[in-house]
């Protein structure tokens, strides 16, 4: 949809793919991990070089703490990753025992990212149920997150819009 290619929307289709895939590991750096896992697994399949390193400097860039939109495959990666934020993720069936990440992923209803090229605008639109979690508490966990995407919409040359029930934020 931003003029990229078909194999390079391929190649961030792929490192989105794989971007998690060092949890098999550790949760702690998995990033990096994964990045190193997806290097051995796609050099043994014979993929080029250049195409690997787009791949596993996406997957190795994804995570709040050490990530950077290096290119347009990280970009992807990071702003599909980041707003991924949504109900259907909790796994714990006892709202009792929620820690604030359950309850947030919980009080989102909608989660709806939508890329508009001509405008070049990426904007990221959320329904939160306020009984269940305050936007504060949704701030506290994603305002990184938001950042992050912010960065990556920018390296696709792009603006990048949040929208919570309904309300522009920022």
Known sequence: KLGYSERQA????????????????????HAQTGAMIAFQLLTQMGMPADEIAIIISAIGNHEETTGFPVNYAAST??????????FSRVQ????????????????????????MPKERLIELNLEIDTSVASLMEYFEIFL????????AAEALECQFHLMINGAPIG
């Open 144 to 151: 990184d997150r938001m950042v992050m995407c912010r960065r």
């Open 92 to 115: 714990n069936p006892n709202q009792g025992e929620f820690d604030i990440h359950d309850r947030v992923n919980f009080a989102t209803q909608r989660s709806r990212l939508r890329v």
């Open 77 to 86: 990666v990071i702003l599909a990753d980041k707003s991924d934020v949504h």
């Open 10 to 29: 391929e190649l961030a289709a792929i490192a989105g793919f794989m971007h998690d895939i060092g949890n098999v590991i550790n949760r702690d750096h």
